[in-house]
C-alpha cells in the first residue's frame, strides 16, 4: 500500500512538471516526453524479453545455512564470523556475532597490506584472499575474534566466486593448507566451515603492546555488552600496568570512563 501511494503521488508530479514545461516552451516538453519514454522503454524491458519472470522465482532458505545459522545461536558466546570471500545472504550476524568478509578486510585494513612483509601472492592471482597467507594471518584471525571461517555454498542466485575471480576450490585450497585452521564440516558441494580454536575474545589483557608478528600471552576479563556501543569492563586486582586491549577498529569518539569503586 505505502509503495502504490508513493507511485501515484510520484506519477502525479511528473504530470504537473510536464503540464507547466508544456505550457511554456513546447520543443522543452518534447525532450521531456523522449527521456521519460526512453525510462519507460528501459524498465520495461525485462517485460519484453520474458526475463521479468525471475524476478518473481520464489527463494528457499538452503537448509545448510539454516544447520550453520543454529550452531552459530546455539553456543551463545562472542565471537566473530569470517565469511570468504564474501558474505551470504543467507548467512547470520548479531551484535554478540559479528561477520566479517575476506573482501572487507583489504578495505578495513589497509595499513597491514602496506607492510614490507606483506607477501602478495600472484598464483592464484586474488588479492582478497592474501590476508590469510601470510606467516602472521593466524594472529590477525586471533585478534580480530574470528572463531570461524566459512566459503559459501555455489548456488545459481548467488554466484560471487565469479564476481571475486576464482573458482570456489581456490579458496578451499588456501583455507585447509591453514596449519592454524581445523575444518570441521566440509563435504563436496556443502557449506565449508573451518574453525580457529585460538580466537581471543573481544576485549582482554596483554602486559605490553602487540604486534602482529608475535602471539603475546593474554589474560581474560570480565564485560558485559550493554549494547553496540557500550561495554562495562571489570578488572580485578591489578598489581601492574597492563594493556586493555579492543578488538574494534579505532574511533576518536570513544570514551573511557573508569570507576575505582
Not at 43 to 58: E, H, Q, S, Y
Not at 163 to 191: A, M, P, Q, V, W
Request: no cysteine; charged share 25%.
Amino acid at each position: 500500500p505505502v509503495t502504490i501511494r508513493r507511485a501515484i503521488g510520484t506519477s502525479a508530479l511528473i504530470g504537473y512538471f510536464i503540464d507547466e514545461f508544456k505550457t511554456k516552451n513546447k520543443y522543452t516538453s518534447y525532450v521531456i516526453y523522449a527521456l521519460i519514454s526512453i525510462l519507460f522503454i528501459s524498465n520495461a524491458r525485462n517485460l519484453i524479453t520474458g526475463k521479468i519472470d525471475t524476478l518473481f522465482i520464489p527463494r528457499s532458505y538452503p537448509q545448510k545455512y539454516r544447520e550453520f545459522n543454529n550452531f552459530i545461536i546455539e553456543q551463545n558466546k562472542e565471537f566473530r564470523v569470517l565469511w570468504v570471500p564474501a558474505n551470504s545472504k543467507w548467512g547470520f550476524y548479531s551484535n554478540q556475532n559479528p561477520i566479517l568478509s575476506n573482501a572487507e578486510l583489504d578495505r578495513k585494513y589497509p595499513e597491514i597490506k602496506n607492510l614490507p612483509e606483506f607477501n602478495e601472492y600472484t598464483k592464484p592471482k586474488n588479492s582478497n584472499i592474501n590476508f590469510l597467507r601470510q606467516s602472521f594471518s593466524n594472529n590477525i584471525i586471533d585478534r580480530l575474534s574470528i572463531k570461524y571461517l566459512v566459503v559459501p555454498i555455489s548456488v545459481a542466485d548467488e554466484d560471487m566466486f565469479v564476481d571475486y575471480g576464482k573458482n570456489r576450490e581456490n579458496y578451499l585450497d588456501i583455507l585447509k593448507n591453514s596449519s592454524f585452521l581445523k575444518t570441521i564440516k566440509l563435504n563436496d558441494g556443502d557449506l565449508a566451515v573451518f574453525e580457529n580454536s585460538e580466537y581471543r575474545p573481544r576485549i582482554y589483557l596483554t602486559a605490553e603492546k602487540q604486534t602482529i608478528y608475535k602471539d603475546y600471552p593474554y589474560e581474560k576479563v570480565e564485560y558485559i555488552q550493554i549494547n553496540p556501543t557500550t561495554y562495562q569492563v571489570e578488572i580485578k586486582n591489578l598489581s601492574k600496568p597492563v594493556i586493555l586491549n579492543f578488538s574494534e577498529n579505532f574511533s576518536p569518539d570513544w570514551n573511557f570512563y573508569r570507576d575505582w569503586e
